[in-house]
Structures are given as structure tokens and as C-alpha cells.
């Protein structure tokens, strides 16, 4: 029994795009990790010093930057001073694009409220070096201007002076370069946020308390944004990720069910 | 100028999709767009962000030590001339000495200390039991230095089986994060770059 696989290409299309045009309002439910990482930040006193590291790129950009725009709205509405920085050169962008999205809802200044040091190649040798010394490391910020100057740095001289710091992580360099750093040797409270594809990797990461909380993909995104209450993307898409993994369950069923059937026949004759 | 922008990339998208039905020269012209792109993209930002502020700046104000990473850069750049390759060698021993010597304890602390540590736990749950069961059971199944039978092959079995579980999650995910970008990917089409023809401005709700 043979279907070509465009035949199937177009079944996913379809139970993609109709739920987004139409969308059938499933409920997005908070799971432990990513309410974990909710509770942490909550907790955080208020003026506190949160580092985001966008470590990913344009191809994972729909499970990333939702999340990106998710950890802002949460940063800003409790008052943090926001560090933003990049170990993968399209991140910088990112940083730069969910900042103007985000900053201006809540009347906060660049420079005063947060600050983009931009991108720095290196990946360890980076995170290391601001172990030691992040005015050193990132002596310009995203616009060129001297890091010393930018008010929102005052006193930051290296990881002791960060409260948080979360990875926004697609791969190499990510959260296992910020966990042997800035968690193993900094001892620094760490989250992550990653791909779906990294995150069963990363859940050993979670269970060891190397990380405090994690979110996982498009859904982790979406489970973050209904925790601070600003929908986008993530959860919108959240009503087409169910009906295409109900479809390619269907389609496993059906194979199997097409297989075993194939091979009774075959032992009858 | 958005516009523009916003067509641009829907019709690489389509060009890049349409390697679904068959492969294709529009496919491969947008598969070189994007490399090309990139590349250029990673060396001006690397420039500007890191050459410039980390480098070339600070050697101009004096900080004349960094003349030593920068000979062992233009060594590294030597690869791309065959006669004189085997000097990008240096460099590269380097980078791999330092490495090595600055990360190698760390990253056994995080990645086998920290995660054996993590599997002392008391057996007072059925996670916790299922955890060690999992991770004794699953590292019996890489002990080849036995034959795999009797008592010993059993638990190698059941070792099997809880991989075959973490490859099931595993797949399961890579799915997940697969629709995930054709989610994002319909999510412009539908809503940025649709609206953009007036017979569709209704999409999205623009």
C-alpha cells in the first residue's frame, strides 16, 4: 500500500492553517516547569537584575520569540532592571526588535530601565569572561555606546551583581554553556527557554536543579504567556500544534493498522 | 518599505515550500539566498560587534597585548591559502589547549557529577523509583563487557525499553517543534503577508 507523501504534506497543511483561521479555543494549561519559572521570577524583589540571552536564530524564531516577548512583559511589569545580549549573531536582532515591542507598553528607557549589549562570538570563552567582568567582555552596547556610561549598569561588574539570568537557547551555544558557567561555576540562578526539539535533553538539567525552570517550544511559550496574561503567537498557535500531532497520531495508527492488516493477509496465503 | 520586506520573505517562504512537491531551481536559488545571507550577515555582525569594540578599538588606545590574538587570527585565516594551511594549525592547538583547560572540570561537574548526584534520591515515590530503575537498568545495557544474558540480560532488556520510552519523547518533541515552525511560518503567511493583497485585508483581523 503505497499514499504519496505530498498527499500527506497537504492533510498537515490543512489541519495547520484551519484552526489558525478558525481557532477552536483549546485551553493552554501552565505545566510544573514552566509555572516553576513563573514562581522564580515572581519572587524576585522588585528593581531586580534580570539577564536574557537570545541564543537562537531566524529558524527557531516561532518557538523562541514568543517566549522572548513573554519573559519581557513579565521583566517589565515587575519593575526589573533588563540586561539583554546575544552568543548568536541574528539573536542581537531579535533582542533589539522584542525590546521596542515590549519597553514602550510599560514606559521604560533605554539605558535607565534596560540595556542591549548585542552580540559577542564565543559562546563558554563569553559567558566565562563576564564571570569575570561583563564591562570588560561587552565594552559597547548594541548602539556603540561605552557600556561604563549606561546608567542601568552601575555597579554591574560581573555575574555576583545579576539576580537571574535566563537562556533563550536553539542549540550551541545555550543553556548547557550557561549551566557549566554561570550555574556550576557562579552558582547563579538560571532558567531556560529552548527548543522543543533540545528540551528532553534539557528536563536532566531541571531535575538536577542546575536550572530552575524550563520552557519547552511553541508550548512552553504559550503556557508562559497565559501566566503573564499577554497572549500572542505561541498560544494562537496552540489549537493548530494539537490538531497536526492529533493528525500524525491518526496517520501512525492507520500505518500500523495497514501494516499488521498486510502481514495477516500474507501468513493466510 | 515593510511591504516590500514582508513580500520579499513570503516569496522566499513559498520558494523554499515548494520543495515539497519536487526539487526545484526556484528551491535552490532561495536555499542560496539564505546561505549566502547568512554568511554575510554572521561576518558584518562579528565585525562590528566584535572585531570593532573587542580588538581593533582597544589596540588603538594602547592595549597593545591584543596584537597576540590578532596574529593568532590572521594565522588562523592562513587555511584558505594551501602552500601555507599547516600554519592556521597553531591557532587552532591553541584554541583547543585553552579550551580543554578551562572547561574540561567544569563540564564534568555539570554534566556527570551534578547528574549522578541528581539520581541519589530516596525511594519514597514512584517518580524516584522509576528514575534509578531507569538509569541502573538503562546503564547495564552499555556494559558490554558481559554477555547480555540470564538476570543480566533481562535487566539489559528492561534497560531497552526505558531508552526506547526517552526516544519516544524524544521524537514526540522533534514533531512538536517541526509543526511549531510551520505554525510560525503559516502565522506570517496568513496574517503579514496575505493582508498585504486588498482581497484578503480582512485576515487577522487587519
Known sequence: MNLDRRVIFLFIALAVILPLLRPLGLPVLPSKPVQKMYDVIEDLPDGSRVLLSFDYGSSTMPELYPMSLALLHHCFKRNFKVITMALWPEGATFAEQALKEVAEEYGKTYGEDYVHLGFKSGGLVVISAMGENIPETFPQDYQGKMVKEIPVMNGVQNFQDIDLIFDLSAGDPGIPAWVMIAQGRHQKVLGGGCTAVSAPQYFAYLQSGQLVGLLGGMKGAAEYEVLVEKKGTATAGMDAQSMAHSLIILLILLANIAFFSQKMKKEKR | ?206
Do not use: C
Open chain 2, 1 to 206: 518599505m515593510e511591504i516590500l520586506g514582508i513580500w520579499i520573505a513570503a516569496l522566499l517562504t513559498l520558494a523554499l515550500y515548494s520543495f515539497l512537491y519536487k526539487d526545484n531551481p526556484v528551491y535552490k536559488i532561495a536555499e542560496h539566498i539564505f546561505v549566502g545571507i547568512s554568511a554575510g550577515y554572521w561576518l558584518a555582525r562579528s565585525y562590528r560587534d566584535v572585531v570593532l569594540p573587542n580588538f581593533w578599538n582597544p589596540l588603538l588606545e594602547g592595549n597593545f597585548l591584543l596584537i597576540i590574538p590578532g596574529i593568532l587570527g590572521v594565522m588562523m585565516l592562513m587555511r584558505i591559502l594551501p602552500k601555507i594551511g599547516w600554519i592556521s594549525r597553531w591557532s587552532l592547538s591553541f584554541i583547543i589547549g585553552m579550551t580543554s583547560g578551562l572547561f574540561l572540570i567544569t563540564y564534568l561537574q555539570s554534566n556527570a557529577v551534578d547528574q549522578v548526584r541528581a539520581t541519589f534520591l530516596p525511594l519514597n515515590s514512584i517518580n524516584n523509583v522509576l528514575l534509578i530503575f531507569g538509569v541502573l537498568t538503562g546503564l547495564v545495557y552499555f556494559f558490554f563487557s558481559k554477555e547480555h544474558k540470564g538476570v543480566f540480560g533481562v535487566t539489559a532488556k528492561v534497560g531497552i525499553y526505558f531508552l526506547m520510552v526517552a526516544f519516544g519523547a524524544s521524537f514526540g518533541y522533534t514533531v512538536m517543534a517541526r509543526i511549531s515552525l510551520l505554525i510560525g511560518r503559516m502565522q506570517f503567511l496568513l496574517f503579514e503577508w496575505l493582508p498585504t493583497i486588498p482581497l484578503f485585508r480582512g485576515l487577522g483581523g487587519g
